[in-house]
């Protein structure tokens, strides 16, 4: 089997390829992951979660369409789609942490995470608009990993009641 998988990463699919594949799915998944924990705590499917879900797949559909391993040609959309994914999830935790009136809990958590690496797209945006590419890839890399340790290093209270998992058939 391990001898299969070889041959098919090393003949069909090139190394740096794959490699690229998977870093980019996990950057997709990583937003998606985000948006996820929202709708299980705190999801009720009133109209603007409705609108805020339909922008967050465009852009998530739109990242899919485009990905390209020409990183250069692809860093200002990929940066503004990612922007636009994680905003949509910031707002949709702004609403509950509004409705809550406190910021202590879970939504105040996942907004100070989100907003922090959304200032990091929102950087290398504009290091890509004047022409500062060659720190577009590093920007990026550092909101992937702000993305996936923050939650480690910024804690929340909180509370484990609020899960929101559909009732079982």
Known sequence: MQSIILFFLQKIIPPYNFIAY???????????????????????????EY?????????????ANTISLDWNAMY???DISMLIILLTVAVMYSVHAYREKSLKGAAGNSITIISTVCAIYLVAIICSSFGLHHYVLPLNVIAVLAGAFLPFF?????????????PSC
């Open 22 to 48: 998977l870093i980019t799915c996990f950057v997709i998944l990583q937003a998606w992951l985000y948006f996820t924990n929202y709708v299980n705590r705190y999801g009720q499917w009133k109209w603007y």
């Open 51 to 63: 609108v805020l879900v339909c922008i967050n797949m465009i852009a998530v559909i739109y990242i």
């Open 154 to 166: 910024i804690r929340g209270n909180f509370n484990k009641n609020i899960i929101n998992f559909p």
């Open 76 to 78: 200002f959309t990929f």
